[in-house]
Each structure stands twice: as C-alpha cells, then as structure tokens.
C-alpha cells in the first residue's frame, strides 16, 4: 500500500498562493487515483480535486473550480495542489488521499484507501 508523506501549506494572506506536494513511498502513484480533501473542526472531509490515473482528467469542487489545480508527476511519483487567489473560506486542514479501487465515486472519503498526514493551510484576510 502506497504511503503519502504531505509538504507545504502554512498561513497566507487573502490572495496568496500556495502549493501542496504529496510524495508516495512503497507503490507508484501511476497505479492510484488521486485526490486531495480539506477539513475543517467538527466538519465532514470534503473532496477539493481529484486526478485520474492517467492524468488525462481532472475534476474540481464548484468553490475551488479555476483557481486551484491538481497535477501528478509521477516520474517523482508526487503528487501537487497548486492554489491561487486564496481566501479565508480555503482555510482547512488539506490531506491527500489514493484509491486503488478500478472505479471510483471521487467525492467520497471511503473510497480512498491511503491517506496523507494533513497540512493546515490558514489564509488571514
């Protein structure tokens, strides 16, 4: 099973930029799909992106659609979460997640079978 060792995040200022890398150990990530999730005290885990195995698809939560983006590179089997135009409402803690299964419901936290550390990312306005 894939581990996932997080780096990055921290606090910013409204309209900052910040990148989230996720480093996989003991498997290929080409073998994974992929997605990052945020959370926040006392709320549900919600999807932020999510990549396919391929990389050739990618999907996106409505409130982070066009300003943050997923990518993998699996040659440095890591994958990344590159966000833009940060605002007070981005700030969670934002863990990283794989599925090994053939198909999967992306937003859905039980379908990933290994899961990052977590990284608080705190925007201050």
Wanted: aromatic content about 10%; some cysteine.
């Amino acid at each position: 099973q894939v581990q996932l060792i997080q780096s990055g995040g921290g606090v910013v200022q409204t309209g900052d930029s910040l990148r989230l890398s996720c480093a996989a150990s003991g498997d290929t990530i080409g073998f994974y799909f992929m997605g990052w999730f945020r959370q926040n005290p006392g709320k549900d885990r919600v999807i932020v992106a999510a990549i396919s195995r391929s990389g050739d698809s990618t999907s996106y939560s409505d409130s982070v659609r066009g300003r943050f983006s997923i990518s993998r590179d699996d040659a440095r089997n890591t994958l990344y979460l590159e966000m833009n135009s940060l605002t007070p409402e981005d700030t969670a803690v934002y863990y990283c997640a794989a599925s090994s299964r053939p198909a999967i419901t992306v937003l859905d936290p039980l379908q990933y079978d290994s899961w990052g550390g977590g990284t608080w990312v705190t925007v201050v306005s």
